[in-house]
């Protein structure tokens, strides 16, 4: 944090405004004579029409804010530059920022230096990077909800609960003979168990808030002519893949990105399964399943037939029990049995059932426990230290009656030690450099 950090805060490409940000001691006197002035020393908080030079030679004009630190962004001394939107003029600003005594920033550094300064906590931090990555207005919404403190107010309450209950073993511990327990065993027990549960259901929101902030992975998968091509066709309201009446058309995964119910989702046409020594076509079912591992929805598609369900459809259906899934049965025969219980009926050469299956898979993708503050997460890791916690929380309860306090204290020092992870109150240089990588350069 000892140098002054520079980078574009815009996205590169011709515009009417480019936005250059600067962070850093002293940033206005070390750049003094690349954003000069036109009216005096530039104010706290307050814009002022600039110049830029090069080499005392003004290539560009602008608006420029400083910001005196700790009130800033970063707790640092801070100025935006507003110029002309040409990426050439950008590259000059940068370039002689950087011959002055700046350096680049690297990935989410802004945001990183507002963390060491005490601006926002790491989850506030990550929601910065939600709210500037969401594709829909409920990612919006989660990503807000977090830089307001709603997360942070609500870890607090349960923080409190948790520092209660490790008072009292404290002290049990430090005197056993004493009688200094405020708090009875059943009284600590429903303590714990609430943490755990509360702890538990917030976790559970985070499949569902990561779709609404980044989209979602929805693969169709099912054996040779089941219709995959065509019900791919028909979620995206126009022909994508070739559809043939000849087996093993789809050899290759297509993906093609779309939006149902204001949900961005990437839709992923798998090659149809079936026993093969065709090394190309073998090829693409291994690469399906790769591609598919980590999809958030699968469409299994059944080819309607008289008879049921075929040994290959059998095997899909059994390994992909565990995935979150709809089961849709795509009439191209006809007639046909019953469809499975839970399947959702279609025929996609004309549409029938398309509609109703892309409700179905909107709803499936949003489904979303429920919690007492009606929170929901959208971040992986704050998701495994939720999960950490639920489960300090349960080895805590098993521990009092049987294992006795020492056990006990611990498990409750380990679920406070995993929401100070939580916040950033105690986390690695290892883990803050992984959370902020993924930022944009210039935030």
């Given at each position: 944090m000892a140098d002054v950090i520079v980078a574009s805060a815009t996205p590169w490409g011709h515009g009417a405004l480019a936005t250059v940000r600067f962070s850093g001691p002293d940033v206005r006197a070390l750049l003094s004579r690349v954003v000069v002035p036109m009216g005096g020393k530039l104010p706290h908080g307050r814009s002022m029409r600039v110049a830029l030079h090069d080499d005392g030679a003004q290539f560009d004009d602008g608006l420029a804010v400083y910001s005196a630190g700790p009130r800033s962004y970063t707790g640092e001394d801070t100025l935006e530059v507003n110029c002309h939107?040409?990426?050439?003029?950008?590259?000059?600003?940068?370039?002689?920022?950087?011959?002055?005594?700046?350096?680049?920033?690297?990935p989410g550094e802004f945001t990183k230096r507002a963390l060491l300064s005490g601006k926002v906590d790491l989850m506030g931090a990550e929601a910065v990077d939600q709210l500037c990555r969401a594709t829909t207005e409920a990612g919006l919404h989660i990503a807000r909800t977090a830089m307001d403190g709603h997360l942070r107010a609500w870890l607090e309450e349960v923080r409190a609960r948790l520092v209660v209950v490790a008072a009292e073993l404290e002290a049990r511990l430090d005197y056993p003979a004493d009688e200094l327990a405020l708090e009875g065993d059943q009284s600590l027990l429903d303590s714990l168990a609430e943490v755990a549960v509360r702890a538990q259901s917030l976790a559970d929101t985070a499949a569902s808030g990561r779709v609404q902030v980044e989209g979602a992975r929805v693969a169709l998968v099912g054996s040779v002519n089941a219709g995959k091509s065509s019900l791919f066709n028909a979620l995206m309201g126009r022909e994508r893949a070739l559809v043939h009446e000849r087996a093993g058309t789809t050899r290759d995964v297509l993906e093609v990105r779309t939006t149902l119910g204001g949900l961005q989702i990437t839709l992923l046409d798998t090659a149809g399964e079936r026993p093969t020594d065709d090394p190309i076509e073998a090829a693409g079912l291994a690469l399906a399943q790769t591609l598919t591992a980590d999809a958030d929805l699968l469409l299994i598609v059944l080819r309607a037939r008289v008879g049921g369900a075929t040994k290959v459809e059998t095997e899909i259906l059994s390994r992909t029990a565990h995935r979150r899934r709809l089961v849709v049965y795509n009439g191209v025969d006809s007639p046909h049995d019953p469809a499975p219980d839970q399947a959702l009926c279609t025929v996609a050469p004309t549409g029938e059932g398309v509609e109703k299956l892309k409700l179905a898979l909107?709803?499936?993708?949003?489904?979303?426990?429920?919690?007492?503050?009606?929170?929901?997460?959208?971040?992986?890791?704050?998701?495994?230290?939720?999960?950490?916690?639920?489960?300090?929380?349960?080895?805590?309860?098993?521990?009092?009656?049987f294992a006795g306090v020492a056990v006990a204290a611990d498990a409750v020092t380990r679920c406070i030690e995993s929401m100070d992870h939580l916040t950033g109150a105690d986390t690695r240089e290892d883990v803050l450099d992984a959370v902020f990588a993924r930022f944009c350069i210039g935030k």
């Open positions: 939107g040409n990426p050439l003029i950008v590259q000059r600003l940068l370039s002689v920022s950087i011959r002055a005594g700046a350096r680049l920033a690297l909107v709803d499936r993708l949003l489904e979303c426990p429920q919690n007492d503050h009606d929170l929901v997460i959208a971040s992986a890791r704050q998701a495994d230290l939720l999960y950490t916690m639920a489960a300090a929380a349960e080895e805590a309860i098993e521990a009092l009656p």
